[in-house]
């Protein structure tokens, strides 16, 4: 933000990490719930450098007015038509879900999670001296001294501001003016640019000492995780139902996809080679000696560790030469298979392989003393294989073989696979993945690629939001300087008072707005 010195008293114009939670400052008289922190030792460095640079800066700063000016429409655009909503629901005629004011396309990468505050507060810190930086550094290319910069804290939240002589700033033209007003947004909008590229290289950066995009790796796992059973730290995942899964968001998107494709079983139909994909070729003298139990109204009554199996049959190869979308009928299943998942997982998939399953006309590779069963996906819950390995056995040198191949090949591998059965969505986001592998055996060097993704990300987030709260037309933030130093340079033609009465409209109703829309915000989230 910035702030400018008349008759020895500070005008402070409030450019917060507190902005970052909704909350809008109003300037406090000095010694009342607020302190802060001058520094004068780096303004002549500054000025210097400024100076040096004068004309290139000049120019960087001129394609910041655009910007600003853009992000200034779109954010008062963007209250004005959630304040529409707001109404409309209030009338009766929109849903409230639909009208909730929210910035979620800038917070997707944000967890406020205890363990992410230190990333908040860290972000917070760089993105407003990024900020503050930027004005300081504008004002020394028009010449303007700057008189110190202040971190302070107001009540409980925390900020900074530069601060110059107001008569300087005065005697600039118009464009001059808005340069260094615009120069805070343009330069958070830039770290932005930054972050992302830095994101994009990081890889390549850490290549020499770090695995990209093999396999994610197990960073943590909660104690309430259902999976902190069988996946600890440093285990690497290799696949979901036979899926290979390379990263980590790889990981959240084929558990998505599979959580959108396991629907209640259908009895009545065979659904075809989808169902082939899951279903396993049981042996007869298996079947003989599992549990066999009622099926009613989608429920089963498996003993524990046991789950529930139904006979499907297999479709016939030539009724699938349109693009494999034909069904078969068969009869109601009125009794399942109790097995045992761990049993069942060793044995081959009906079709396993599609060039084989396509070659035999009965679309199944079982034998005559198998048949095929396939797991009971219930509502809600959902079945997946996870193929996993212990990093420390990668490191040995070991092969990656199966325990589906070990008993075949005789050389003992390290892959191993166990069924997950439940909420896949709730699965996914327990367990703490990252898309990096230490290539050497020091494992405290693991959490370094996802702290400084973590850090990267919520960097760019925190930077975007500080810039977007700075453009809208509110009291106390830059959008009041540059929406003043807009109406002085581009409506000159209007009269002093008119200006003034235009601005002071427009930052009320803005400031208004604004602040409804963060109440209605918190109302609606502690409702």
Same mark, same amino acid.
């Given at each position: 933000? &910035?702030? /400018? /010195?008349?008759?020895?008293?500070?005008?402070?114009?409030?450019?917060?990490?507190?902005?970052? *939670?909704?909350?809008?400052?109003?300037?406090?008289?000095?010694?009342?719930?607020?302190?802060?922190?001058?520094?004068?030792?780096?303004?002549?460095?500054?000025?210097?450098?400024?100076?040096?640079?004068?004309?290139?800066?000049?120019?960087?700063?001129?394609?910041?007015?655009?910007? #600003?000016?853009?992000?200034?429409?779109?954010?008062?655009?963007?209250?004005?038509?959630?304040?529409?909503?707001?109404?409309?629901?209030?009338?009766?005629?929109?849903?409230?879900?639909?009208? %909730?004011?929210?910035?979620?396309?800038?917070?997707?990468?944000?967890?406020?999670?205890?363990?992410?505050?230190?990333?908040?507060? *860290?972000?917070?810190?760089?993105?407003?001296?990024?900020?503050?930086?930027?004005?300081?550094?504008?004002?020394?290319? /028009?010449? &303007? $001294?700057?008189?110190?910069?202040?971190?302070?804290?107001?009540?409980?939240?925390?900020?900074?501001?530069?601060?110059?002589?107001?008569?300087?700033?005065?005697?600039?033209?118009?464009?001059?003016?808005?340069?260094?007003?615009?120069?805070?947004?343009?330069?958070?909008?830039?770290?932005?640019?930054?972050?992302?590229?830095?994101?994009?290289?990081?890889?390549? &950066?850490? !290549?020499?000492?770090?695995?990209?995009?093999?396999?994610?790796?197990?960073?943590?796992?909660?104690?309430?995780?259902? *999976?902190?059973?069988?996946?600890?730290?440093?285990?690497?995942?290799?696949?979901?139902?036979?899926?290979?899964?390379?990263?980590?968001?790889?990981?959240?998107?084929?558990?998505?996809?599979?959580?959108?494709? =396991?629907?209640?079983?259908?009895?009545?139909?065979? +659904?075809?080679?989808?169902?082939? $994909?899951? #279903?396993?070729?049981?042996?007869?003298?298996?079947?003989?000696?599992?549990?066999?139990?009622?099926?009613?109204?989608?429920?089963?009554?498996?003993?524990?560790?046991?789950?529930?199996?139904?006979?499907?049959?297999?479709?016939?190869? @030539?009724?699938?030469?349109?693009?494999?979308?034909?069904?078969?009928?068969?009869? +109601?299943?009125?009794?399942?298979?109790?097995?045992?998942?761990?049993?069942?997982?060793?044995?081959?998939?009906?079709?396993?392989?599609?060039?084989?399953? !396509?070659?035999?006309? %009965?679309?199944?590779?079982?034998?005559?003393?198998?048949?095929?069963?396939?797991?009971?996906?219930?509502?809600?819950?959902?079945?997946?294989?996870?193929?996993?390995?212990?990093?420390?056995?990668?490191?040995?040198?070991?092969?990656?073989?199966?325990?589906? $191949?070990? @008993?075949?090949?005789?050389?003992?591998?390290?892959?191993?696979?166990?069924?997950?059965?439940?909420?896949?969505?709730?699965?996914?986001?327990?367990?703490?993945?990252?898309?990096? $592998?230490?290539?050497?055996?020091?494992?405290?060097?693991?959490?370094?690629?996802?702290?400084?993704?973590?850090?990267?990300?919520? %960097?760019?987030?925190? %930077?975007?939001? *500080?810039?977007?709260?700075?453009?809208?037309?509110?009291?106390?933030?830059?959008?009041?300087?540059?929406?003043?130093? =807009?109406?002085?340079?581009?409506?000159?033609?209007?009269? +002093?008072?008119?200006?003034?009465?235009?601005?002071?409209?427009?930052?009320?109703?803005?400031?208004?707005?604004?602040?409804?829309?963060?109440?209605?915000?918190?109302?609606?989230?502690?409702?």
């Amino acid at each position: 933000m &910035v702030g /400018e /010195e008349e008759d020895g008293g500070a005008i402070r114009r409030f450019c917060l990490c507190a902005a970052l *939670l909704g909350i809008s400052l109003i300037p406090f008289p000095a010694g009342i719930a607020y302190c802060d922190f001058k520094c004068i030792a780096f303004n002549e460095l500054l000025f210097r450098l400024g100076r040096r640079h004068a004309r290139i800066l000049r120019i960087w700063f001129s394609i910041g007015i655009g910007f #600003s000016l853009a992000a200034l429409i779109g954010a008062t655009v963007i209250i004005l038509c959630e304040m529409a909503k707001a109404t409309l629901t209030y009338a009766g005629i929109a849903r409230s879900r639909d009208s %909730s004011f929210s910035l979620s396309f800038l917070t997707a990468g944000m967890h406020m999670s205890p363990s992410s505050m230190g990333f908040v507060c *860290l972000s917070s810190f760089l993105c407003v001296l990024v900020h503050e930086f930027g004005h300081a550094l504008a004002a020394a290319s /028009e010449g &303007v $001294q700057m008189e110190y910069i202040a971190i302070f804290c107001a009540l409980v939240f925390p900020g900074a501001l530069v601060a110059f002589n107001d008569s300087s700033l005065q005697l600039l033209p118009g464009v001059a003016s808005l340069r260094i007003y615009c120069a805070g947004i343009w330069h958070n909008a830039a770290f932005c640019g930054v972050c992302t590229l830095a994101l994009f290289l990081l890889p390549f &950066v850490l !290549s020499p000492l770090y695995i990209h995009g093999e396999s994610p790796m197990v960073l943590d796992v909660h104690s309430t995780s259902p *999976l902190s059973g069988y996946l600890s730290p440093y285990d690497v995942i290799h696949s979901l139902d036979e899926f290979r899964v390379y990263t980590a968001d790889e990981w959240k998107q084929k558990l998505t996809v599979l959580t959108e494709q =396991t629907p209640p079983l259908s009895f009545g139909q065979s +659904s075809g080679m989808g169902n082939l $994909q899951k #279903s396993y070729c049981i042996p007869h003298s298996l079947i003989e000696k599992s549990i066999h139990v009622p099926f009613t109204r989608y429920e089963t009554y498996c003993p524990n560790e046991l789950f529930a199996f139904a006979p499907i049959t297999c479709p016939d190869m @030539s009724e699938y030469g349109d693009g494999g979308n034909k069904t078969n009928n068969q009869e +109601s299943v009125e009794t399942i298979h109790c097995l045992n998942a761990k049993d069942v997982i060793k044995l081959k998939k009906c079709a396993h392989d599609p060039v084989q399953a !396509s070659s035999n006309k %009965s679309g199944c590779l079982c034998s005559e003393d198998e048949s095929c069963l396939m797991p009971v996906q219930l509502p809600g819950l959902g079945w997946v294989e996870i193929t996993y390995s212990r990093l420390e056995c990668l490191n040995h040198g070991r092969s990656l073989v199966s325990e589906n $191949q070990q @008993s075949n090949s005789g050389e003992k591998g390290c892959l191993q696979t166990f069924v997950f059965v439940g909420d896949l969505t709730a699965m996914a986001h327990s367990v703490h993945l990252t898309s990096y $592998q230490p290539r050497l055996s020091m494992y405290f060097i693991a959490y370094l690629p996802d702290l400084l993704e973590r850090f990267l990300t919520c %960097s760019f987030h925190v %930077s975007m939001v *500080l810039a977007l709260l700075n453009s809208l037309p509110v009291f106390f933030l830059d959008g009041e300087s540059i929406l003043e130093a =807009t109406l002085l340079h581009y409506f000159g033609f209007l009269s +002093s008072r008119t200006r003034q009465s235009v601005l002071r409209c427009c930052l009320y109703a803005g400031t208004a707005i604004c602040a409804f829309l963060i109440m209605r915000t918190v109302f609606v989230s502690v409702s």
